[in-house]
């Protein structure tokens, strides 16, 4: 099992922490070779979405990764990872990957506190712990789009088809839930 973690800025470290304590293997993904190779999986992380779009297409890294996205290999996208792969972004026009049709508005939660932490269900997965740093909320998902969390009212989890999108940071947790799940996810489909 190995899994390309987006490794040009943000959390990437503590996602490939909490990864291989689930004893998959993973890969830095820095430049574009590294986006050539075999994976079973792509995590992207937290961090500042305009800097990391700016980044995968200077450092040639965009359409080889938007390419796979949309073949179907399995996506775990966390807080700026999820901004990546919105269709759209609420007042702006920007648009990076585009493949998962939410609406996302970035620096939404929170915006008295920059960060919170809330217990909240996911999914099957029951309650787990989600940390919030300026982070973005989904306010509007398209058809075929499954809504896995809500806090505060405002949808803060989702999956479509191959993708996994939250607004918080599972890796900052301990709590392994999701990526176990995701990971499972991987495992099951064959993506060389
Ligand atoms: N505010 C950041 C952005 O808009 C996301 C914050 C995060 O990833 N924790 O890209």
Redesign the pocket.
């Known amino acids: 099992m190995r899994i390309g973690v987006l490794a040009v800025q943000?959390?990437f470290a503590e996602h490939i922490g909490m990864a291989q304590e689930l004893g998959a293997e993973c890969v830095e993904l820095r430049q574009e070779r590294d986006v050539e190779q075999s994976l079973d999986g792509l995590i992207l992380?937290?961090?500042?979405?305009?800097?990391?779009g700016k980044l995968i297409r200077e450092l040639n890294m965009y359409d080889r990764l938007k390419g796979r996205i949309a073949d179907g290999l399995p996506v775990l996208a966390?807080?700026?990872?999820?901004?990546l792969l919105a269709e759209k972004i609420a007042d702006s026009d920007t648009v990076h990957f585009g493949t998962l049709p939410v609406v996302v508005r970035?620096?939404a939660y929170g915006r008295q506190l920059g960060?919170f932490y809330v217990e909240e269900h996911f999914g099957n997965l029951g309650k787990i712990p989600m940390t919030?740093?300026?982070?973005?909320y989904i306010e509007e998902v398209k058809t075929g789009v499954e809504v896995l969390a809500r806090v505060d009212g405002h949808i803060a989890g989702v999956r479509y088809k191959n993708q996994i999108a939250v607004s918080?940071?599972p890796e900052l947790d301990h709590n392994p839930a999701i990526h176990r799940q995701f990971i499972e996810m991987c495992g099951k489909k064959e993506n060389k």
């Open positions: 943000g959390a992380p937290g961090g500042e979405s305009t800097v990391q966390t807080c700026a990872g999820l901004i970035r620096n960060s919030f740093i300026r982070a973005p918080f940071h």
